[in-house]
């Protein structure tokens, strides 16, 4: 293999084997640093989903090219608090390969945290620019939790993305937590919070769910355990009969799961980039 990228007139032309290195270096955080439930991994993924998540397909404003959120205003909107975390632990990787930017550093770090969860592969490609902060995106484009079905609908019809999608993104909630302290939500989704599965659908079919008895914004709880929490939002994925189908059909075959989720978050991390290379790399996970 070839080990690095060619310099011709001055220019780093990074290969593939360099954005593996970014990929391994990205990996090494994840297993070395202690965090929430063990694990970077969940505030990884959602750096680069929030990222991501913003685009317009209208306006074609917004999404994963230009890494906004960096600036005032975008770093300071309500979706994205505490996501400061993963953009701080990834700055140790900017720093030793300067020559990626940043808008390709993100969405490259969620794949290498959904591959190290257990994930399935996410084909991935270079091209994002690095922007200014007259890109930055309005509030209010990323999802609001206490919404239900015609919210959701809004925001992700927006991106482009049909109701099957929805669903198979929303299976990302098998991962992480809410904090208080950021969203005001609380509490796990599943059983496993740094390792995905279906489990999200699983529970939300099979548990039953009431809402939590508590001060803070409504959300639900597990009624047998009371350790485990849903959103509005999640809640609406088994209350609309168009969403419920897939709920059904991704809690019974975890295969189909892996296959719709890794084409549909493939294709979030893509949304509005101005690509040169058709070229998709799969990159090698730690325990291949
Ligand atoms: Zn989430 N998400 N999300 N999400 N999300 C949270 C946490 C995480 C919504 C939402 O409001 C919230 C997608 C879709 C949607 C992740 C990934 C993805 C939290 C908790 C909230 C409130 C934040 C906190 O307090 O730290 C809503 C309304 C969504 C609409 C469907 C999609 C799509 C995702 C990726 C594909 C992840 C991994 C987390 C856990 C983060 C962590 O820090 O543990």
């Not at 300067?98 to 490609?125: C, F, N």
């Not at 959701?152 to 299976?171: C, H, K, P, T």
Request: hydrophobic letters at 35%.
């Amino acid at each position: 293999a070839q080990a690095s990228g060619l310099k011709t007139g001055g220019v780093f032309t990074p290969t593939k084997d360099d954005f593996q290195k970014v990929y391994n270096d990205v990996a090494d955080l994840l297993e070395n640093n202690d965090y929430d439930d063990g694990s970077y991994g969940p505030v990884v993924l959602r750096l680069g989903w929030h990222a991501s998540g913003t685009f317009d397909k209208e306006t074609k404003t917004g999404g994963s090219n230009g890494a906004t959120m960096r600036f005032a205003p975008e770093a300071d909107h309500g979706a994205n608090a505490g996501l400061k975390a993963a953009r701080d632990l990834l700055e140790g990787v900017k720093q030793k390969h300067p020559w990626i930017s940043y808008s390709d550093l993100w969405t490259l770090a969620a794949v290498a945290a959904i591959q190290e969860m257990g994930g399935p592969k996410i084909p991935w490609r270079p091209g994002r620019k690095d922007g200014d902060l007259s890109a930055c995106t309005p509030d209010g484009r990323l999802p609001d939790a206490s919404k239900e079905q015609k919210h959701l609908r809004a925001i992700f019809y927006r991106m482009g993305f049909n109701d099957q999608e929805i669903v198979a993104l929303s299976g990302a909630h098998a991962l992480g937590r809410c904090h208080t302290d950021r969203s005001g939500f609380d509490g796990p989704w599943t059983f496993s919070p740094t390792m995905l599965t279906n489990d999200y659908y699983r529970l939300l079919l099979e548990e039953k769910w009431a809402w939590k008895k508590w001060n803070g914004p409504k959300q639900f709880e597990d009624v047998s355990t009371k350790s485990l929490m849903m959103l509005p939002t999640d809640m609406a994925l088994i209350k609309d009969k168009e969403f419920r189908k897939h709920v059904e059909r991704y809690a019974k075959d975890n295969d189909l799961f892996f296959k719709d989720f890794a084409d549909a978050f493939g294709k979030l991390l893509e949304l509005g980039v101005p690509f040169e290379k058709e070229e998709k790399f799969v990159f090698k996970s730690t325990t291949d």
